[in-house]
Every structure is written in structure tokens, then in C-alpha cells.
């Protein structure tokens, strides 16, 4: 709404209150006898009054009495439902002690809501730029943790490990060379659970600086970890060096494609394989 | 059909009359290396090369993945079960064979002047 209200007083004539609309560029004009609202004259009592040679007159005379007002507090709702029940062009607005606060027409309130829903899409359009911005940098910040179990024996899943942290690191536009030393290290850890002991599990958690694989089985145990190291030596039964396992080059292309490589294993117990990749630098060799 | 895979093959693998067995469109490779032992394959073959192999498990879909292998032979007419081939369609490895030993795939495939 307008406000503060453009006001007359009673005794101003119809013509002051036309120049007031033409110099304030309303429709309409509340009459005000003190703090009370006595009368309003809107543009159609001024087109009257000039057509029928009264525009002279005072606006006691002519204005409409019978003044519909709302209430500020209103809701734009109810204020849009009076405006379609009356059919005026525009009602005084009072406080809840019947001052006149303002005007409002359906102008007020179309420009009102244009304004409002201007800024909503604008906020809209922020909002979620900063959710597209954070989801990036979630992403990126984020440590993807994996932890697969492996079966002992199991051939045809060797690989399935690699392949996630493929596509994972692919994702996050890791360095091709980079993402294959992880790549290889996850299914050469793989391919030993299958092939070397009872079962395990492996946990990888890519950091956005590392990737962190932990592979650890049940048993029985590397009786000695210098010999396995050796590229060659293997221990690898019939089956899977029928498959093209047991090169013997496992654990020493592991140790290649690591930044950080341990091995831990007693021939009473379980094998720990730890092994970190940088993943912003290239310092490994392939 | 037929016709039109083969175009796009490279001139290496034309050479050795390999038949596709996976789609080969927009195939090309850098370099060729010959092994049946998966680590060794991921220990010194290159990304983007020819491998070429007796072995037909689908392990060698995984180790071509995790290398980047551009195409896999298979010699001696082997030809992989049609899960492997379908396994290869998905990650983007190109399968073919030739009743070829590796052997002699390898004299041919260097007389083309692949390196």
C-alpha cells in the first residue's frame, strides 16, 4: 500500500483533491475529519463532478460515506478476496486503532508480489548455486570409505573392487596414471585373498589427497615375507595359474604402485597389507 | 555390417585378419604386449596397447580395465564366454581373436610396424 495516505479534509473541493491525484498519480482520496476516516473520493467522483459542473464543490459534499476499510493486519489474501467482493479500486487501510495507516490498490498488491516472487527466484537461483558449489566441494572433501568382504577361491569377482575405484576416482578427474596404481594395487590385494588365503576384506578409503587400501585376511600367513616379495616366487595352486594368476609379481607391483607400502603377517595368522597412493602427485613408477 | 566394423579397425589388427568379437568402433592402439600372466600384464603392459593372450577368463576384462588396455587378441581361435564379451562391451574393451599362435600374431603385427 501507499503510505503515508494522500489525505484531504473535508472541506477541500474537488478540485484540489483531482490535483492531488494528478500530482500523486492516484485514484483515489481518503477523507480525514481529524484522526477519523469521514469519506472517500475516488476518480469516478471526479469525472462526475466534471461532467456535471460540481467539481467546485467541497468533498463533504459529494464523497462516498460509507467507507470499506481494512485492517493492516491483513493478510494479501483476504485483501485480494475484498477487492473481488466489493469491486473497488482500492481500500484505506486502518491500524487496529482505527488510524488510517495507508492506501492500497491491486496495483499494491500486483506489484507486491511481483517484487516477492522476484526476489524468492532470486534466492532460488542462489540457493541453489550454493547447493551445486557445496555438493562439488562435498565431494571432493569427502572420504569415500569402502569395505569389501572376499571369498577365498571366488575368480570370477576378482576385479570388482578396482572397478569402483575406477569410476570413483574417474569422478573426482584423478590423473589417469594415478588411478591405475590404484586400480592395480586393489586387485592384486584382491587376487591374493582369493588366491593365497581363507578370505578377508578389504577397506579402501579415498581421501581427497589419498587413497588408503587395507587388505586383511584370515590366514594362514606368509612364512616369509622377503621371499614373497620376490618377483616370481609364488605360491599360487594349479587353478589359478591356469587363469593367469600366480605370476609371482603381486606383492612387488603392489609395492611399485604404492607411495606407502607394509606388509605384517605371521605364519600363525593374518595378513596385513597396507598400502597409500598420493593422489595429487605422481610418485610412484609403473 | 560386417563390412563396416572392419573398416574402422586398425591397420595392424586388419593385418592379422583378427575378427572382432566385441564393437570396435573408434578403436585405436598404441602398442602391442604379449602375456598370459595377469600381474605381469598389469606390471608392464602399456595403457592404450594390444594385448594379446591365450587366456580367455574374465579376469582379463578386469586387468585390461584396470590398465586402460585398449584391445585384448585372443590367439589360437579362443573365443571367451559371451558373459566376458559382454563384461568387455561395458567397460569399452575391445575383444577380438585369430586362429593365430601368438607367435605368429606377433611377426605379423610387427611387419606392420606396430611397436
Not at chain 1, 118 to 128: L, M, S, V, Y
Not at chain 1, 146 to 165: E, F, H, M, N
Not at chain 1, 194 to 219: Q, R, S, Y
Not at chain 1, 255 to 277: A, P
Amino acid at each position: 500500500m501507499s503510505k503515508p495516505p494522500i489525505t484531504a479534509a473535508p472541506t477541500d473541493s474537488l478540485r484540489t483533491i483531482q490535483q492531488l491525484m494528478k500530482q500523486h498519480k492516484i485514484s483515489g482520496v481518503p477523507i480525514q475529519n481529524g484522526a477519523e476516516v469521514a469519506g472517500i473520493v475516488s476518480i469516478e467522483d471526479i469525472i462526475t463532478a466534471l461532467d456535471q459542473g460540481h467539481i467546485n464543490d467541497p468533498a463533504e459534499k459529494r464523497m462516498t460515506r460509507q467507507v470499506v476499510c481494512i485492517r493492516d493486519h491483513f493478510s494479501l489474501v483476504r485483501a485480494v478476496a475484498e477487492f473481488d467482493r466489493r469491486g473497488f479500486g482500492r481500500f484505506p487501510v486502518l491500524d487496529t486503532s482505527d488510524r488510517l495507516v495507508g492506501v492500497i490498490t491491486r496495483g499494491d498488491i500486483t506489484s507486491c508480489l511481483m517484487q516477492h516472487l522476484e526476489q524468492r527466484a532470486e534466492q532460488a537461483i542462489a540457493h541453489e548455486a550454493a547447493l551445486m558449489a557445496s555438493r562439488g566441494e562435498d565431494e571432493k572433501a569427502q572420504r569415500i570409505v569402502l569395505k569389501v568382504p572376499v571369498r577365498t577361491g571366488d575368480y570370477d569377482s576378482a576385479g570388482k573392487i578396482s572397478q569402483r575405484l575406477r569410476q570413483l576416482l574417474r569422478a573426482r578427474a584423478i590423473d589417469p596414471d594415478v588411478r591405475r596404481r590404484v586400480a592395480i594395487v586393489a586387485y592384486e590385494a584382491e587376487s591374493n585373498i582369493i588366491i593365497h588365503t581363507l578370505g578377508g576384506e578389504i577397506t579402501v578409503a579415498i581421501d581427497p589427497d589419498k587413497a588408503v587400501i587395507d587388505a586383511v585376511d584370515t590366514g594362514p600367513g606368509i612364512e616369509d615375507i622377503n621371499q614373497a616379495m620376490q618377483e616370481g616366487w609364488s605360491t599360487a595352486g594349479r587353478l589359478p595359474r591356469e587363469l593367469g594368476f600366480g605370476a609371482g609379481m603381486g606383492l612387488p607391483n603392489m609395492k611399485r604402485c604404492s607411495d606407502v607400502f607394509e606388509i605384517k603377517s605371521g605364519t600363525s595368522g593374518q595378513t596385513h597389507l597396507h598400502s597409500e597412493i598420493f593422489l595429487r602427485k605422481a610418485t610412484g613408477k609403473l | 555390417m560386417k563390412l563396416d566394423t572392419d573398416m574402422k579397425l586398425p591397420g595392424p589388427l586388419l593385418a592379422i585378419k583378427a575378427t572382432p568379437l566385441t564393437s570396435t568402433v573408434g578403436v585405436s592402439i598404441t602398442g602391442c604386449y604379449i602375456s598370459d600372466l595377469l600381474s605381469d600384464v598389469l606390471a608392464h603392459a602399456q595403457p592404450g596397447a594390444l594385448w594379446v593372450t591365450i587366456q580367455i577368463h574374465r579376469n582379463v576384462v578386469s586387468v585390461a580395465a584396470t590398465k586402460d588396455i585398449a584391445a585384448v587378441l585372443f590367439t589360437c581361435g579362443r573365443q571367451p564366454d559371451a558373459s566376458v564379451i559382454t563384461e568387455a562391451e561395458e567397460e569399452g574393451i575391445v575383444l577380438l581373436t585369430t586362429p593365430l599362435t601368438a607367435y605368429e600374431a606377433a611377426g605379423k603385427l610387427w611387419e606392420t610396424g606396430l611397436r
